[in-house]
């Protein structure tokens, strides 16, 4: 029950990760051009937040009950939901970083709105993904501790 506690706890600072109030746009016409770089540093802190709570999960996958990993661990494991919405995430992070550069050294107005445009895009989209992973990472706790409550009253 330890090592259930322990992952509860890192899968719910992951769920405190997504909570920065930038994530919380979703309309492109809300995004502001001064949000772009605290935006683009949030994803960077989440996603590197995100790759060492990877590994820290992984640690455990052979210590836990296999009941417990037969029913909740594919929320986890790589090519799961979570895995393909975080390489989403990094992708489109990777392309908002190209964007800005290109943007400050293009000096066409019409193409400028263009990469303008496609950054406020893919930050939505980015949201989108980190929103969708926040439910999934409550969803997973929720169900650990519900494993947890039954094997404390078994």
């Known amino acids: 029950m330890k090592y259930l506690f322990e992952i509860v706890d890192i899968v719910s600072e992951l769920e405190y990760q997504t909570e920065y109030p930038i994530f919380q746009l979703t309309k492109v016409n809300q995004i502001k051009m001064n949000q772009w770089k605290i935006h683009y540093d949030q994803v960077t802190d989440f996603i590197d937040f995100l790759g060492n709570s990877g ?15 037969n029913t909740w661990w594919e929320l986890l494991e790589q090519n799961s939901d979570l895995d393909k919405r975080g390489t989403e995430v990094k992708q489109l992070h990777k392309q908002i970083k190209n964007d800005m550069a290109r943007y400050n050294k293009e000096q066409d107005k019409n193409k400028k709105n263009k990469i303008e ?4 895009e893919n930050i939505v989209k980015i ?3 980190i929103n969708g992973m926040r439910d999934d990472y ?4 929720e169900r650990a ?8 009253t078994n």
């Open 145 to 152: 501790l519900i494993y947890i409550d039954k094997l404390e």
């Open 127 to 129: 949201n989108s993904e």
């Open 117 to 120: 445009q496609k950054i406020r």
């Open 138 to 141: 409550g969803h997973f706790c």
């Open 55 to 69: 590994i820290n999960l992984s640690h455990y996958r052979f210590k836990l009950p296999q009941s417990f990993i």
